[in-house]
């Protein structure tokens, strides 16, 4: 079955920055596109950034565009979201995800950006 697991987030001063990591599992990663995702308190889950197949394609949120890379190893089944200069309105549960989704998600992880 699908496995999704998210890690690295945490609580970090505005400006500062923060790595997300997801391990894939259950499907053939090197053949999905994948994303990032998050979720604040009382809002609708929205897309973050996403990556092609073979990392040649990246598609990121005017939101984030210039502040958030995204990556993924293949070798390793992970995708990961660099992001520099955090905002508090970048606070939200992070989630990764093939594009289009699977049905299920993972934990997701929390990000908090507060001083």
């Known amino acids: 079955q699908v496995q999704l697991v998210e890690s690295g987030g945490g609580l970090v001063q505005p400006g500062g920055s923060l790595r997300l990591s997801c391990a894939a599992s259950?499907?053939?990663?090197?053949?999905?596109?994948m994303g990032w995702f998050r979720q604040a308190p009382g809002k609708e889950r929205e897309f973050v950034a996403g990556i092609s197949w073979n990392g040649g394609s990246t598609d990121y949120a005017d939101s984030v565009k210039g502040r958030f890379t995204i990556s993924r190893d293949n070798a390793k089944n992970t995708v990961s979201l660099q992001m520099n200069s955090l905002k508090p309105e970048d606070t939200a549960v992070y989630y990764c995800?093939?594009?289009?989704?699977?049905?299920?998600w993972g934990q997701g992880t929390q990000v908090t950006v507060s001083s």
């Open positions: 995800n093939a594009r289009p989704p699977f049905g299920s």
């Open positions: 259950g499907f053939t990663f090197r053949n999905r596109a």
